[in-house]
């Protein structure tokens, strides 16, 4: 199933969509794969994995660290595909794996997309290749991949309208300035953004990222979006809890946000 459908589903259901992102071998590399398939089971609808990097910049300084981390337990390309394929032997939930273009260059960029996909792998996020450069970069062999663009509260209406025509699965929404990490709250002003870019989008879903920590901020964004996307506020939990090895805390905060979506 294509991502697009996966989220369709979801929201047939009067739910909206939640996508968590872990930074691939964090908080460590041997059990990093089980982690992936409690939080999946914990209520995740889907899985984004971070491929470590050491300048990942739209991520704020939780992600950073978690990514730091990662590359220190040896984490790279193709441990990730590793990851992607155990994972999708337990879980059948789809999994978007994100990076940045210096490294998929390095890696090759046919080849990566190509490994990608046979690893199980449904999307890609690759934030730093802008619409501008989209056929130069995903006409390299990412067939059979969703590749997601990516939007920002200064997006044009125009570059909205070209994100919407490139992207298939769906649209990642930023929802605030700056970088990824934790906010307490969304102001009028960039909810009223979002729903004037879920007013433009017409042929993809679209999941709101940056800033989503919690079950009101989920409430507060749900009528304007088609899901969310949590990352920082699970990375702290992680780092917060490294030495809870049931990771009980972190599970069940996965579920209170799934139960948000599904109350929205």
Do not use: W
Request: glycine share 6%; proline share 4%; with cysteine.
């Amino acid at each position: 199933m294509r991502l697009c459908d996966h989220i369709s589903e979801i929201n047939k259901k009067d739910e909206k969509a939640l996508s968590v992102f872990l930074t691939a071998g964090f908080p460590e590399a041997k059990n990093f794969s089980d982690l992936a398939i409690s939080i999946l089971d914990s209520g995740a609808d889907l899985l984004e994995l971070g491929i470590p990097f050491s300048d990942p910049l739209a991520d704020g300084p939780v992600i950073q660290n978690s990514s730091l981390i990662a590359l220190e337990n040896k984490v790279n390309i193709k441990k990730v595909f590793e990851y992607t394929s155990a994972i999708k032997q337990k879980a059948d939930k789809p999994i978007v794996l994100m990076g940045y273009a210096n490294p998929i260059v390095h890696y090759g960029v046919e080849n990566f997309f190509s490994d990608a996909l046979n690893a199980g792998a449904n999307g890609v996020i690759i934030p730093d290749v802008p619409i501008d450069e989209y056929d130069s970069f995903y006409g390299c062999g990412s067939k059979g991949l969703d590749t997601i663009m990516l939007t920002t509260p200064y997006s044009t209406e125009e570059r909205i309208q070209k994100a919407d025509e490139l992207s298939s699965g769906f649209i990642y929404c930023v929802s605030v300035y700056g970088t990824t990490g934790e906010r307490v709250n969304f102001s009028e002003e960039t909810i009223e953004v979002l729903s004037k870019t879920k007013s433009i989008i017409k042929k993809n879903k679209m999941l709101i990222g940056f800033g989503i920590s919690s079950a009101e901020s989920i409430k507060s964004i749900a009528p304007v979006c088609d899901g969310v996307i949590v990352g920082s506020a699970v990375i702290k939990r992680l780092f917060e809890y490294r030495e809870d090895k049931n990771l009980s805390k972190v599970t069940s905060y996965i579920s209170s946000l799934k139960e948000a979506c599904i109350k929205s």
